[in-house]
């Protein structure tokens, strides 16, 4: 790629520009110009990526030449050429921006390492600018989508919170999007850049659970980073006074181990069931529900907040875009149907319907018949037991075909499919697959 690097070189000494022409044409696409005022010129209409330019010049002098130059493309590169008995103002140059100088007289090897290492530094800069960039984007697009007043009142007290290291509890019925509201917690917080880890204490045994959390050395928990206990409500009374103590004094005692590990964690809590209620019983320990609930943040179901649903489903429907290409939007008449509907399961059950339905439809888009709701009963027209069957079946076997083209590599299917892996399991178990 280097011979793709543009290079302008600019000096009234002819020799110089020989020389260093010379030196790195072989390389890099090289124009040199005596005129400094032609330079500039040209690069405002052609551009450069690296500058090598003399400070002592008519016309333009070389502080005058790169400062133009940064107006026009600051990410230009801009060596200074000089001789040693300048030095002092090639060091002035590199403080008004200059990357680095070049002496005289030039040393091949020296002009072409200094060159290759700043290159190779700017790749590396774009590189995480992208990066970043990239980043952010996927922040933005994983992040809650609403127009619910109440859902951005919210958001707005989620963003606080994340700025805190307080215990977050959320509440929730199932499907209404509770890890997606932990994650947004952790990306608007300090720990950002550490790990979250999702943990449904619903999918796993208990003897496995208080291993996974309380069983390994340092980094069992989340270490620096943030820990979801989701369905925390489903765990028993052994686990909750292990996660007391553990909320108390910061510290695990790892199984076969006599030290305590200490951690830096930051938890959130997330339930279907109203902890405060089961903590008046035997359900839950009233101490762990104190110690969780700091901060309290309620989700509202998808049916109290219906104007969302139009939102989340164009948001499925591209996410879900590479079943079924040729499906851009949703009907009105579709939409209609979506709206009339009580969704019992919430955003989960709204992104089901959807990714089925990408499966089923015909069009461009998807229509009332694509729509199976409830499960395929309990609304008009999909009385036909025959019909969910068959868009199980067309799911299962979608499922099948992207696992068996990733060599059942679990990780790079649920990308295909455009799903977490944790979505992916539930799917592999409810179709017989896990």
Same mark, same amino acid.
């Given at each position: 790629?280097?011979?793709?690097?543009?290079?302008?070189?600019?000096?009234?000494?002819?020799?110089?520009?020989?020389?260093?022409?010379?030196?790195?044409?072989?390389?890099?696409?090289?124009?040199?110009?005596?005129?400094?005022?032609?330079?500039?010129?040209?690069?405002?209409?052609?551009?450069?990526?690296?500058?090598?330019?003399?400070?002592?010049?008519?016309?333009?002098?070389?502080?005058?030449?790169?400062?133009?130059?940064?107006?026009?493309?600051?990410?230009?590169?801009?060596?200074?050429?000089?001789?040693?008995?300048?030095?002092?103002?090639?060091?002035?140059?590199?403080?008004?921006?200059?990357?680095?100088?070049? !002496?005289?007289?030039?040393?091949?090897?020296?002009?072409?390492?200094?060159?290759?290492?700043?290159?190779?530094?700017?790749?590396?800069?774009?590189?995480? !600018?992208?990066?970043?960039?990239?980043?952010?984007?996927?922040?933005?697009?994983?992040?809650?989508?609403?127009?619910?007043?109440?859902?951005?009142?919210?958001?707005?007290? !989620?963003?606080?919170?994340?700025?805190?290291?307080?215990?977050?509890? +959320?509440?929730?019925?199932?499907?209404?999007?509770?890890?997606?509201?932990?994650?947004? +917690?952790?990306?608007?917080?300090?720990?950002?850049?550490?790990?979250?880890?999702?943990?449904?204490?619903?999918?796993?045994?208990?003897?496995?659970?208080?291993?996974?959390?309380?069983?390994?050395?340092?980094?069992?928990?989340?270490?620096?980073?943030?820990?979801?206990?989701?369905?925390?409500?489903?765990?028993?009374?052994?686990?909750?006074?292990?996660?007391?103590?553990?909320?108390?004094?910061?510290?695990?005692?790892?199984?076969?181990?006599?030290?305590?590990?200490?951690?830096?964690?930051?938890?959130?809590?997330?339930?279907?069931?109203?902890?405060?209620?089961?903590?008046?019983?035997?359900?839950?320990?009233?101490?762990?529900?104190?110690?969780?609930?700091?901060?309290?943040?309620?989700?509202?179901?998808?049916?109290?907040?219906?104007?969302?649903?139009?939102?989340?489903?164009?948001?499925?429907?591209?996410?879900?875009?590479?079943?079924?290409?040729?499906?851009?939007?949703?009907?009105?008449?579709?939409?209609?149907?979506?709206?009339?509907?009580?969704?019992?399961?919430?955003?989960?059950?709204?992104?089901?319907?959807?990714?089925?339905?990408?499966?089923?439809?015909?069009?461009?888009?998807?229509?009332?018949?694509?729509?199976?709701?409830?499960?395929?009963?309990?609304?008009?027209?999909?009385?036909?037991?025959?019909?969910?069957? !068959?868009?199980?079946?067309?799911?299962?076997?979608?499922?099948?075909?992207?696992?068996?083209?990733?060599?059942?590599?679990?990780?790079?299917?649920?990308?295909?499919?455009? +799903?977490?892996?944790?979505?992916?399991?539930?799917?592999?178990?409810?179709?017989?697959?896990?």
């Amino acid at each position: 790629m280097s011979e793709h690097i543009r290079v302008i070189v600019v000096d009234d000494d002819p020799l110089a520009c020989r020389i260093l022409v010379r030196m790195l044409s072989g390389s890099y696409q090289v124009h040199a110009f005596g005129d400094s005022e032609e330079a500039l010129r040209h690069i405002k209409t052609q551009g450069t990526d690296l500058l090598l330019t003399d400070l002592k010049m008519p016309k333009l002098n070389g502080f005058d030449l790169m400062a133009r130059v940064h107006a026009i493309d600051p990410s230009v590169i801009v060596f200074i050429i000089t001789g040693f008995s300048s030095l002092e103002n090639a060091v002035a140059a590199v403080k008004k921006g200059a990357y680095d100088y070049i !002496a005289k007289p030039f040393e091949p090897d020296d002009v072409q390492v200094r060159i290759a290492r700043a290159l190779k530094e700017r790749a590396l800069e774009n590189q995480v !600018a992208r990066l970043q960039q990239e980043r952010r984007r996927g922040e933005e697009a994983s992040a809650p989508l609403t127009r619910n007043r109440r859902m951005e009142d919210l958001l707005g007290l !989620a963003r606080r919170v994340a700025l805190t290291d307080s215990n977050v509890l +959320i509440q929730g019925e199932t499907g209404v999007g509770k890890e997606v509201l932990a994650r947004f +917690i952790h990306r608007h917080s300090p720990r950002a850049e550490e790990a979250f880890v999702p943990v449904n204490c619903g999918a796993l045994a208990e003897g496995v659970l208080e291993s996974e959390l309380f069983g390994h050395e340092k980094g069992a928990l989340a270490d620096k980073g943030t820990l979801l206990l989701d369905e925390i409500g489903t765990t028993n009374v052994n686990f909750q006074v292990k996660l007391l103590r553990v909320l108390q004094e910061r510290v695990i005692h790892p199984v076969g181990s006599s030290r305590a590990v200490p951690v830096d964690v930051r938890l959130i809590a997330a339930a279907n069931l109203d902890l405060a209620q089961a903590s008046q019983g035997n359900a839950f320990r009233s101490d762990l529900y104190y110690r969780l609930s700091v901060v309290t943040l309620h989700i509202p179901p998808l049916r109290e907040r219906r104007e969302d649903i139009a939102l989340l489903a164009e948001h499925f429907i591209a996410r879900y875009r590479h079943i079924n290409p040729r499906v851009r939007t949703i009907s009105p008449e579709g939409l209609a149907r979506l709206q009339g509907y009580a969704f019992p399961g919430n955003v989960r059950e709204l992104e089901n319907i959807i990714e089925r339905a990408m499966i089923l439809a015909t069009g461009p888009s998807l229509d009332p018949d694509a729509l199976l709701l409830g499960g395929g009963s309990g609304e008009p027209g999909d009385s036909n037991p025959a019909k969910p069957l !068959a868009m199980e079946d067309a799911e299962r076997n979608h499922i099948l075909q992207v696992l068996a083209q990733c060599g059942g590599k679990k990780g790079e299917a649920a990308r295909i499919l455009g +799903i977490n892996k944790s979505t992916l399991w539930r799917k592999m178990k409810r179709f017989g697959l896990a």
